[in-house]
């Protein structure tokens, strides 16, 4: 195992959490990658430790809209505990990097053993359903320059990094707009000394300043996830 280790592994009892690094399998993410789809069983779960997930809702006719964001402080497959296996959304790996994999079967074997396991996966699954229906607000009401350094902020503190690649094209797709509103709302936000972005390659100058031009969505996950998991 490397130093980075993911959240939710990371505040289970040690022996429970040896336990579980015992079947993981560490694999690398590639962009682009789809992990799983609607109402498809899922064959593995996974925990992001240096990877970040979009996980989409699809609307016929559309390339659908991000309602959730999973990095090193979440896992895909938060539905085993309750006992589904098939998944609700298109999970598509946003920035690249190692996560750890387990089998459904393997995964659900250890829910059973492992009370520790199981209140974290409850925890959990609040937290995520609190990120989708807060997503869903967020898209109805706030407008795109504050939907976007939400994102933004998100996005950093899935990759751990000031820098990151992505297009206009998927913060399009990310957020349900038009290109045009990305570049508009991207360059307020440059000239506003906050980012610098330059063909695809994203700098955050200021980070207290783009978690001021953020919608409170932003802050609200934030406090959601601290209450129950810590």
């Not at 130093?3 to 690094?21: D, F, G, M, T």
């Not at 045009?180 to 994203?202: D, K, V």
Request: charged letters at 20%.
């Amino acid at each position: 195992m490397g130093a980075v280790e993911n959240h939710l592994i990371e505040l289970l009892p040690r022996r429970e959490r040896s336990r579980l690094h015992a079947v993981c399998e560490m694999i690398q993410l590639a962009q682009g990658d789809v992990l799983c789809e609607p109402g498809k069983a899922i064959s593995h779960v996974y925990f992001p430790l240096e990877a970040s997930i979009s996980l989409l809702a699809l609307i016929e006719g559309s390339p659908g809209v991000e309602v959730a964001m999973v990095g090193r402080e979440g896992m895909l497959g938060v539905q085993m505990i309750l006992g589904v296996t098939l998944a609700s959304v298109h999970a598509l790996v946003q920035s690249p990097g190692t996560a750890l994999r387990i089998p459904t079967a393997v995964f659900r074997h250890e829910l059973a053993r492992s009370p520790a396991l199981r209140r974290g996966m409850n925890h959990y699954l609040y937290v995520r359903m609190a990120q989708m229906s807060t997503s869903a607000a967020c898209l109805r009401f706030h407008l795109i320059g504050p939907r976007l350094a939400r994102w933004l902020l998100m996005s950093q503190d899935r990759v751990h990094a000031d820098s990151f690649h992505v297009t206009h094209e998927f913060l399009a797709t990310m957020l349900g707009v038009r290109r045009e509103g990305i570049t508009t709302a991207a360059s307020a936000l440059q000239r506003s000394g906050l980012i610098t972005y330059r063909r695809g390659n994203l700098t955050v100058l200021d980070r207290q300043g783009l978690e001021a031009a953020a919608c409170g969505c932003y802050a609200a996950e934030r406090e959601a996830y601290a209450a129950l998991i810590c």
